[in-house]
């Protein structure tokens, strides 16, 4: 087998191929094979057909194209093997001669990952929020830990911001009653936001017993977008009862014996949500200003796949368990079908451009991922998915997903290296050392900036988790 490469553009190439016919014996000989369990000849046995009359009852041809199909593929991947060419997805083949006896010929296109020159990166700059947790910070996270620990009582009065009421409700769009649109015995709070709109002036002001009509437009079910006609009766009304502010409080909510060491303990752990905060900032912002130096040519079917596989997700996944369909959903955003597939696309390429940067920078910095590493990420995906580590590990194991995980982090690593190297600043001007993390915890976290700048798309059709 002889192949030559052409390069049509930085990111496809053309490879011919010329196939001697004796390269296709095996190939010949396991398609009069198959050709012999599938059909039945009088006289003959099933599977003892002789090749002459296969050939003579159903034809050469039939014969050649089953071992040419069987063959392509081998021949391609030794071509790429050959010429060392980094492939993203389908080839398009054109079978450009085939004579019996003598040659196949046959060429392919196909998508490649550009070559890219990563330059220096060590004179990146970045700015970060400086860490600041103030007294009104703590308050607030105190007040929040006080409301989780409210009791209500029931009161005969008038139902006011901030009380809890119970809510029987019936919906109803151009006069019928929706099938899922009624619900009894609803607890609601007040001025939370977490029913419909316009609720809250609908039940402020009515005692137990009493019932009032409004108009809201439905968020989801089976009317999702529709004006429906809202019928509410409130069965009781209670007041919220916040404890006291004390040491006794302390005691209730925390593992702490004073206020005093409950609001230390909130300072720190505010500390350390900011830090965090900080450190995925930079990350963010370093791997924004490392994509601005390299030039990344974006192969344009593989662009082309990324936005149709992010629309499909949307549209099929996302606003489907919201009962959304794209149109209100770009109603709901203010943004026009143009803005958003303009969005769309950009958030592609830079999803695209950081996995090609970053894979690259894994060749030249030769990371490795370790056990601990993969075992760290494959924990934080398990969380954020919902399943348990072992359940999360199974799909993994199962849907072939362990490349793409160990690439997360690959990943990950490589943009601790370019963060390492860059100046980070917090907006005080002090230089903001980020080497007190953990390695470990350091790159998964840095594969979870990496994964949000892929949102879920894979250079190299990544499967769905």
Do not use: C, W
């Not at 087998?1 to 190939?27: G, I, Q, Y």
């Not at 593992?255 to 505010?270: G, I, P, Q, Y």
């Amino acid at each position: 087998m002889k192949s030559a490469v052409e390069n049509l553009n930085p990111t496809r190439v053309r490879l011919t191929v010329e196939v001697p016919f004796e390269e296709l014996k095996d190939s010949l000989d396991a398609a009069y094979k198959k050709i012999n369990q599938q059909v039945t000849v009088k006289g003959f046995r099933k599977g003892k057909i002789p090749a002459r009359v296969i050939d003579q009852r159903f034809g050469r041809g039939a014969v050649l194209e089953e071992a040419v199909n069987d063959a392509l593929p081998k021949f391609y991947t030794e071509a790429v093997n050959e010429a060392e060419l980094n492939v993203l997805g389908q080839p398009e083949v054109d079978i450009t001669e085939l004579k019996d006896g003598e040659t196949l010929n046959f060429t392919a296109e196909v998508d490649v990952r550009p070559a890219i020159e990563i330059p220096d990166y060590s004179g990146i700059e970045v700015e970060v929020d400086a860490i600041e947790v103030s007294d009104e910070d703590i308050e607030k996270a105190v007040e929040e830990l006080r409301e989780r620990f409210a009791s209500t009582s029931p009161v005969e009065r008038a139902a006011e911001e901030g009380d809890v009421v119970t809510l029987d409700l019936e919906a109803k769009v151009d006069g019928e009653v929706l099938e899922d649109g009624v619900a009894s015995d609803v607890s609601y709070t007040i001025g939370s936001g977490e029913l419909l709109e316009g609720i809250d002036e609908a039940v402020k002001g009515l005692e137990a017993g009493g019932e009032t009509t409004f108009t809201s437009e439905l968020k989801g079910g089976s009317a999702a977008g529709k004006e429906a006609e809202v019928t509410v009766k409130v069965s009781q009304v209670a007041a919220r009862e916040l404890p006291e502010l004390d040491d006794d409080f302390a005691q209730l909510a925390s593992e702490f014996d004073t206020l005093e060491e409950l609001r230390a303990d909130s300072r720190k752990r505010l500390e350390n949500m900011k830090e965090y905060d900080q450190a995925t900032q930079a990350q963010e912002r370093v791997l924004e200003k490392l994509l601005e130096l390299v030039e990344v040519p974006v192969p344009e079917k593989l662009l082309e796949d990324e936005i149709n596989t992010r629309k499909h997700n949307l549209e099929h996944h996302q606003l489907g368990q919201m009962g959304l369909d794209l149109a209100k959903y770009l109603e709901i955003q203010g943004k026009t079908e143009e803005e958003f597939d303009a969005e769309t696309k950009d958030a592609a390429v830079k999803g695209i451009k950081t996995q090609f940067v970053l894979d690259e920078l894994v060749n030249k910095e030769k990371l490795n991922v370790n056990q601990e590493e993969l075992t760290e990420h494959l924990m934080r995906r398990a969380a954020s998915s919902g399943m348990s580590p072992d359940q999360f590990a199974q799909a993994v194991v199962e849907g072939g997903q362990v490349p793409m995980l160990v690439g997360e982090v690959a990943r990950g690593k490589a943009l601790a290296v370019v963060v390492e190297a860059a100046t980070v600043k917090d907006t005080n001007g002090e230089v903001v050392d980020l080497d007190d993390e953990d390695e470990t915890e350091g790159s998964t976290e840095s594969a979870e900036v990496v994964e949000a700048a892929d949102a879920d798309a894979d250079a190299e059709d990544k499967p769905e988790a």
